[in-house]
C-alpha cells in the first residue's frame, strides 16, 4: 500500500504562485507514474499532470496549466511536487496526488480510474 499526504494549498492572489508536496510512504514510488487532479465544486476530476519514472522525457500536463504548472519528483526524499505560477481565479480547487504502479500509455494518463493510490487534497484558492 502507498499512503500519499499532500500541503501546500492556501489562498493565493492571481498572478501568484504556490507549490504543492506529495510526500508518499508505505513503498518508495520511483517505479511509480505520479500525478496531479484537481477538482472544483460541481465539476468532476480534471487532470492536470503527470510525471514518469524518468521525468526528464516523461511528462504530461493538461492544457489549461500548461506553461504555467511543472511537474517534479525527487525520489530520493519520495516525493512528488507541482509548481503552480501565474495563478488563475479557475485553478481553484482541491487538488489530489495520484499514484499507478503499472504501464501507462500516453493515452491513459489523463483518466481518473487507472490510478491506483489517492491523497486526501489540499485546498488551493485563487482570490484577490
Known amino acids: 500500500q502507498v499512503q500519499l499526504v499532500e500541503s501546500g494549498g492556501g489562498t493565493v492572489q492571481p498572478g501568484g504562485s504556490l507549490r504543492l508536496s506529495c510526500a508518499a510512504s508505505?513503498?518508495?514510488?520511483?517505479?511509480?507514474?505520479m500525478a496531479w487532479f484537481r477538482q472544483a465544486p460541481g465539476k468532476e476530476r480534471e487532470f492536470v499532470a503527470s510525471?514518469?519514472?524518468?521525468?526528464?522525457?516523461?511528462?504530461y500536463y493538461g492544457d489549461s496549466v500548461k506553461g504555467r504548472f511543472t511537474i517534479s519528483r525527487d525520489n530520493s526524499k519520495n516525493t512528488v511536487y507541482l509548481q503552480m505560477t501565474s495563478l488563475k481565479f479557475e485553478d481553484t480547487a482541491e487538488y489530489y496526488c495520484?499514484?499507478?504502479?503499472?504501464?501507462?500509455?500516453?493515452?491513459?494518463?489523463?483518466?481518473?480510474?487507472?490510478?491506483?493510490?489517492w491523497g486526501q487534497g489540499t485546498q488551493v484558492t485563487v482570490s484577490a
Open positions: 495520484a499514484a499507478d504502479r503499472d504501464f501507462l500509455s500516453a493515452a491513459r494518463i489523463s483518466i481518473v480510474n487507472e490510478y491506483d493510490y
Open positions: 508505505g513503498r518508495t514510488i520511483d517505479t511509480y507514474r
Open positions: 510525471i514518469g519514472r524518468s521525468s526528464a522525457i516523461n511528462t
